[in-house]
C-alpha cells in the first residue's frame, strides 16, 4: 500500500483548517501550485513545516491576513499581453459602445493594474463616462494597494512600452507622474472603478456585465473549480455579453465552455452564446 507523503496529509490539513476556521476554501486549488505557495508562507511566518503553519492559523488572530496575502497571486503589469489589449479595442468596445450603460467586472483585479490600463483605454475610446467597472478580489490587501493606483517607478517603462503597442493614443505619462521612486495614476481614472471584495469559489453573481475580464487566474483551479466560476460568469453576464480570459488558460474541457464562442482564440476573448440567458 503506498502511504501519501506527509506533507501532502499536512497540506490537505492546512486547507480543511483554513476553510472550517476562517471560511475560505482553496479545497478546489491545484494542488502543485497551491503547496509551493503554502511551503513558501510557511517559511516567511518561521514555521518549520506546515502543520506549525496550520496551527498559527487556528490560534494566532492576526496570522489569517498573512496567510491570505501569500496565498493569493497578485502578479500583473499594466496592459500585459497588449494584443489582448488590442483586440478587445476592436473586437469588443465596438460592441459596447451600443450600450447605453456599460457594466465590466475584472474578476482577481491583484493591485490594480489591468483596471488601470482598461480605464485608459475606455477613456480614449469615448466610453468611459458611460462605464462602471467592479474590480474585485479576495484578497483585503491587495485591493487597498490597487485603490492607491501607485506603482514603482522601475516598472514605468514597460508599463509605457505595453501601452503604446495596445494601441495607446498618447504617452503613459499623460496619464501619471513621478514621485519618490514612484508613478501614481491621475486620480480621475478613479472615477467610474468599484473595489469590492469578492471569492470566486465562495461567492455568487456579482454584477449584470457585459465584459468579465479575468485573466491568468483559472489556471490555479482544478477543473470542476474552474467549470464552477465559468458557470458564475456565464450567469454574471448579459445575453451575447464578452468573456476575456488569459493567454494560458483552456477551457475547451469544462461543461459551461459549451455557452460560450470564441471571438479570439489568441486573445482568449468570447462571448456569451445569444441563446444562453443573462
Given amino acids: 500500500m503506498n502511504r501519501p507523503d506527509p506533507e501532502d496529509v499536512e497540506l490537505e490539513l492546512f486547507v480543511r483548517a483554513l476553510q ?7 479545497s478546489g486549488y491545484a494542488r502543485a501550485s497551491l503547496k509551493r505557495r503554502v511551503q513558501n508562507l510557511a517559511m516567511s511566518l518561521s514555521c518549520r513545516t ?5 496551527a498559527k492559523l487556528l490560534r494566532e488572530d492576526g496570522c489569517l491576513p498573512l496567510v491570505i496575502a501569500g496565498l493569493s497571486v497578485p502578479v500583473s503589469e499594466m496592459f500585459r499581453n497588449p494584443t489582448v489589449f488590442r483586440a478587445l479595442v476592436s473586437e469588443v468596445f465596438p460592441v459596447l459602445a451600443s450600450y447605453p450603460h456599460i457594466n ?7 493591485r490594480g493594474e489591468e483596471v488601470y490600463s482598461l480605464a485608459i483605454l475606455l477613456e480614449e475610446a469615448g466610453l468611459y463616462e458611460r462605464t462602471q467597472i467592479y474590480a474585485t478580489d479576495f ?3 491587495v485591493l487597498g494597494a490597487a485603490q492607491e493606483g501607485i506603482f514603482p ?3 514605468a517603462r514597460a508599463y509605457a512600452e505595453n501601452y503604446l503597442a495596445a494601441g495607446g493614443q498618447h504617452t503613459l505619462n499623460h496619464y501619471c507622474i513621478a514621485k519618490y521612486e514612484h508613478i501614481k495614476l491621475d486620480e480621475s481614472l478613479k472615477r467610474n472603478i468599484t473595489f469590492a471584495n469578492h471569492n470566486l469559489v465562495a461567492d455568487g453573481v456579482f454584477c449584470e456585465a457585459h465584459l468579465i475580464l479575468c485573466r491568468n487566474v483559472l489556471i490555479y483551479f482544478t477543473n ?4 464552477h466560476v465559468l458557470g458564475l460568469f456565464r450567469d454574471s453576464l448579459v445575453r451575447g455579453g464578452f468573456l476575456c480570459l488569459g493567454n494560458k488558460e483552456s477551457i475547451s474541457f469544462a461543461p459551461n465552455a459549451r455557452e460560450f464562442e470564441a471571438i479570439d482564440g489568441r486573445a482568449r476573448i468570447y462571448q456569451l452564446g445569444a441563446g444562453s440567458s443573462a
Fill in 50 to 54: 506546515i502543520s506549525e503553519l496550520t
Fill in 139 to 141: 484578497n483585503d490587501v
Fill in 224 to 227: 470542476p473549480l474552474q467549470d
Fill in 20 to 26: 472550517l476556521r476562517h471560511g475560505y476554501d482553496f
Fill in 153 to 155: 517607478v522601475s516598472e
Fill in 104 to 110: 465590466i467586472w475584472q474578476a482577481g483585479c491583484a
